[in-house]
């Protein structure tokens, strides 16, 4: 059964860095994009940035435009979040999400493979 694990978690200043890195366990899959979301606490969670694979197009929200970049390699099912500018309201959990089905966009339900989330926190 194939699983999404994220990793690069952590405590960062504000203006700080961090990298995320998502990775398929068990074996890798097929998929059209993969995307960041994230979840702050008491909000719902929120889409961060996506990658379509066949055009290595990508989109950002309009909070993390110009601060953060999404990469990966579809061969890998991996996809990684270089996080720059880092600032207080980006403490959230990161997921990673794939999308097998064609639907992508930035809506949660066009997505249906989800990792376990991994925590950022950025202090003052």
């Known amino acids: 059964q194939v699983q999404l694990v994220e990793s690069g978690g952590g405590l960062v200043q504000a203006g700080g860095s961090l990298r995320l890195s998502c990775a398929a366990s068990?074996?890798?899959?097929?998929?059209?994009?993969m995307a960041w979301f994230r979840q702050a606490p008491g909000k719902e969670r929120e889409f961060v940035a996506r990658?379509?694979?066949?055009?290595?197009?990508?989109y950002y929200a309009d909070s993390v435009r110009g601060r953060f970049t999404i990469s990966g390699d579809s061969a890998k099912s991996t996809v990684y979040l270089q996080m720059n500018s880092l600032q207080l309201e980006d403490t959230a959990v990161y997921f990673c999400?794939?999308?097998?089905?064609?639907?992508?966009?930035?809506?949660?339900?066009?997505?249906?493979?989800w990792g376990q989330g991994t925590q950022v926190t950025v202090s003052s």
């Open positions: 999400a794939a999308d097998r089905t064609g639907m992508s966009g930035t809506w949660q339900a066009n997505y249906d493979l």
């Open positions: 068990g074996r890798t899959f097929s998929s059209y994009a």
């Open positions: 990658i379509n694979w066949s055009t290595t197009y990508t």
